[in-house]
């Protein structure tokens, strides 16, 4: 399973962490320093692998913005690099075109998207549709519901 | 209400896939985070940001507080909160409104609170017992979006006493009409059984209604739960592999909807999750794993896309065909796909091959063998992960002959490596590896032949440690699991020393081993005292060792139970060792004052002047006892005693081999080294008496053969041997310059060359068990390798081909005489079989004449000699010299016309007749190679028949035997059959009882071969051999000896580490004004040996051996002579080098 998600800018500013095992607070302030660090030393056309303790990080860059996610031993690398990449396509469809502003701004939303994708630590949905459809399907409700609301009956 | 929202629910799929913008999130940007966002991005300092943070925090703080905010605003604060903590804020006030908003928000403001709770909280925190709740609200609401809401969070944290209250309801959603539901509530018990497996252990059967469901998603989700459960059981669920294997068929065949399909792959996480369950499955279970072939094969098969997601599948496909029973056909094709990897030009790709590769090879060492040169570019690649993946995979190919280089470049990426795990992990693999493995195998060889000083500094250096004491530890542990597993093993062949380490050892540190009873390893040791080999002295180290471990009960009975047994014991040592453990095994106390752990390093206080036996030895005095004398004072006097008698036994030898050993009546060579001999063994030093004995008779054989001639001649070589000082710096680069160039003259590029020698040296010895694959044919003549290597300049496509068949037959007969050695039966073996493989032999010799020049290229390839295999397979090489006899030559220009080719520039020593019959000549000459010195063994045949064993009639044979280096692979691998047919003589310097030994049983195999005249000839070859050994010790040094350039402080440490201890006056030359500095130039100059410091009257020199053992020599002008003190770790070496400085001193 993954251990966690940790979005992070070219400067190594945290965007979005996502800790799928329990983790003490001091112990999260240190894997983000390490990783920050860690990737961002990593030359261009390096593998998208490394070792960090007994953990394999899959990391890869999407414009501006570091995508690092943890794994534990038995896990597939090269999977890994899709659910990334499963991730940011997500992330483009419900936000068109996504750019590291977008994340920024409404981060709650990726972490929306990323609850809807992962679960616990392993992939829950594959289909980008369905996905989408429950992300979307929350959205809706906000109109829906407030419209609803507003009404003086209720 | 709730109807309303399932309505709204339902209908929405088909409202938003009209909705053009989904993107309508981008307008909070103008909201008040995204005012707090920008206002960061405009700051210019940390501290400025840290002050307007805390302004905002104080502002969110005074607003949650406020009776007056809505939930809507609450969950704009909750965003804001949240952001703060990402940036490392604090923010802990807003925690319980957090959980308020989940708990009093609508659905959306709902959401935020949840995520913020879920962000903010640990599954240990105090404030989520306010959240159960909610959660059991939610979950048993008719909203489906808070269904899923509450089942997300449970997913993230929950407290997990807290289970038993919402897994009823989590339970039930398995029957929910909605997949989505299913699967979040198959995926929060999957949580469940991670955090608390014995909770969910009674829906067990409802996860197979999860595995069966119509919905590919759950049943995708209940495959979690069954990887982790067949994990833990694997036997438990056997008969779900057809289930499992139908569901990959399907997926593979595209049976799933569109949906499910990535980059049109269908469903791979599916795949791959089934692929790793089946490889559970598969795994040690014949039958099992034939049910899958099948479809593995088509998922290999099918995944042909050039895409990433199709080699994730390959990959997990390929681990899977070698988990399970392995299929021969499935094997192969797999073995291809990792090609396919390890080829790839893509990193991670390239990356995952090695992985795959040190993933297999344990199984199939070849596939490693296939790739040595992508390996060897990893090995040197820019990215560090790469390159330490490549050490992982080197780690598992690792052998007792490739173990020097890979433990090097292990610890070249240690002087480039900052990462503290990767650190403590590979030091470890180099400790486990080098150190520990090694010391095994020199205890188990060496055996009790070894210098005592051996085992001593061994346990010293453990016990003392290096600088971290997580490496101590771990250096201890590895220690500890190798002696307990040898221990489980055959215990009975270790020899005694190697025992007595352990025993120490174990008595030390077994408490390092976690789950390593006391009483386990006591047993052990007990075994050994029952065992009929095992020496008293053996015996007291063990039982001292058990006196340490004695603790609880188990052990208490178990030492009483031996106090018994042994309690009678003849020997008294025994004895008393035996009460101890008794009595320190009952008083736990009393062990832990006299023997306290960890402690060994501790001084203690010994008084060295004995000074409570002063009285003792006065009153022995009064009565009338010889006062003591030190050992050295002794062993001189004993010298002078012998010298006289030594003198006919000097004129019975050869005069050949008396002018450089014996004639001198002051050399103490021979002396010591028979007093050493009968040290070390009685048995031994019998032969040494017998041999002299018969060399009369050796005498009257050589007399016939008028090799008295040869005399002048002898004399004149033994100045040629001094090894010319060009030698030594490159030596003294050792262990560093395994590649660096020494330039050759070679057509191949260096870079490609260094490749192919690291190539040679991290290879060998893996094409044991196939070479086939390799090569395509096994039985490869020798002719065809020749031919290969002379097109070596041409391409270097080509060359690198023929290196690697080269040094796969190289690394091929290395493991032969590996093995040789390692088991008895297998040399017998191998001498019986040859006789049917000479008639063959002596076919290509024949067809390889006139060669020169191919074999000329072959050696400039291998002649570097820098890489230790490249030095042995130079060595053992044994070439059939193409000239023809010419009888009017002299007798030694005609053979040294027949060294072999290699060998011919190099400068040997004067070729001298061992023996002969009527048919057969053997003479012999040592060769001083750069790094090693070869005994070439020439055998003529002198008659006009053919002696076919022999092989090429009329022409002579000869054969190198390497005679230095042997150093740690000594006792090794060094044996140079002459292609077979003249098993090795093993030599060594440092242990002439064994070479002896191996040189007399090696030519009593030989025997059996051979014509009855050739019998003869040999058994006296063996005689002489035993002479001309004993003449070679003493040469020895001249060829061997290097300086060695040590500081004074050095010194002054190896001075007191070593305890051989000789003293002897010399003579001082006189010519200059200040006589030692000219008489240690004398020295220095003759003998290479390293003037370290000259103070006042005393001067100290160092010396050292090629291999490196060291002889330390303090001089100090006495009473008109230079008194020399000597010390060595090799006991026969200061009286070598003494006999030489003697020599020295006079011929100047």
Known sequence: GMRFLLLFSRQGRLRLQKWFTPTPEREKKKIIRDMTTMVLARKPRSCNFLHWRDLKIVYKRYASLYFCLALEDQDNELLALEILHRYVELLDKYFGNVCELDIIFNFEKAYFILDEFLMGGEIQETSKQIVNRSIEASDMLQETMEEYMSKPAF | MSDVVEKTLTALPSLLSLDS???????????KLGNLIRGITELTSKHEEEKLIQRELSSIKEQVASPNTSMRQMKELMVRAIYCEMLGYEASFSYIHAIKLAQQGTVLEKRVGYLAVSLFLNESHELLLLLVNTVLKDLQSTNLIEVCMALTVVSQMFPKDMIPAILPLVEEKLTHPKEII?????????????????QVQHIHNKFRKALCDKDPGVMTASLHIYLQMIKENPEGYKDL?????????QVVGGKLPMDFNYHSVPAPWLQIQLLRILSLLGKDDQSTSEMMYEVLDESLRRAEMNHNITYAILYECVKSIYTIHPKAELLEKAAKCIGNFVLSPKINLKYLGLKALTYVVQQDANLALQHQLTIIECLDHSD?????????LLFRITNAQNVTVIVEKMLEFLRLSKDDYTTIDLVGKVAELWFIETMNTVFSLGGDMMQPDIPNSFLRLLSEGFDSTEEDRQLRLFAVDSYVSLLQGEPGRLPQRFLQVISWVLGEYSHLREGLEPATTLRLLAKLLDMKHTSSETKSWVLLAMSKLCEGPDCVSLAQELSERHGGSLDTVLRQRVQELRHLSEDAELRASVLPRDAAQEPLEVDSSLSFLDGFVSEALSAGAAPYKPPHQRQEELAQAKALSLEPYGLSLPISMSSCSLADRQSPTLLSMSSGLSGNSTDLSHKGGST????????????????????????????VEVPSPLCSPSRQGGADSTHSQTPTPTPTPEPEKEKQQLASSLFVGLGSQSSVCLMGKSEQTPQRFRRKAKGQGSSSGASEQIS??????QSTVDNLLCNNLLDSTVTSDLAVSTPEQTPQLSQE???TNGTCDAEQDLIEETDPGNSPSLIRANSTVTADPPAHKDPDRPKDSCLSSHLPAELAGLSHSEIIPLCSSQNLDLSACHVQKEDALLLVIFIENSSDSDIEQIGGGEKPQCVGVPVFPDGEEASGSRGAGWDGVLPAAFWGISSHAVLLQTSINQFHQVHCFLPSDLLLSMALLTQSMLV??????SLLFLCLGRPLCVSTEEYGTLWLAFSQDTKQNLALLNDGQDPLTATLDVLKNKLQLHVVDIIGAEGIVACRLLQGQPCLMHCRVHAGSLAVWLRSPVPDLPDCLLYHCQRALQEH
């Not at chain 2, 699967?183 to 608390?196: E, G």
């Not at chain 2, 592999?241 to 068929?249: D, M, N, P, Y």
């Not at chain 2, 690697?804 to 037959?809: G, L, P, V």
């Open chain 2, 845 to 847: 010799v024949a067809t």
């Open chain 2, 241 to 249: 592999t057809a289930s499992f294997v139908t569901i990959l068929k």
């Open chain 2, 692 to 719: 002299t004995l018969k060399l009369d008779g050796v005498k009257r054989v050589w007399g016939k053969d008028g090799y008295l001639a040869q005399k002048e001649p002898v004399e004149e070589s033994a100045q």
């Open chain 2, 182 to 198: 299913r699967r979040k509530a198959v995926l929060a018990l999957y949580k469940f059984y991670l955090i608390a497996p014995n």
């Open chain 2, 21 to 31: 913008q989904p993107g309508s999130g981008k307008l909070s940007s103008t909201s």
């Open chain 2, 804 to 809: 690697n068949s080269h040094y796969s037959t």
């Open chain 2, 384 to 392: 560090l992960v790469i390159k330490r993946e490549t050490l992982e």
């Open chain 2, 1028 to 1033: 001309s050994c004993f003449c070679l010790t």
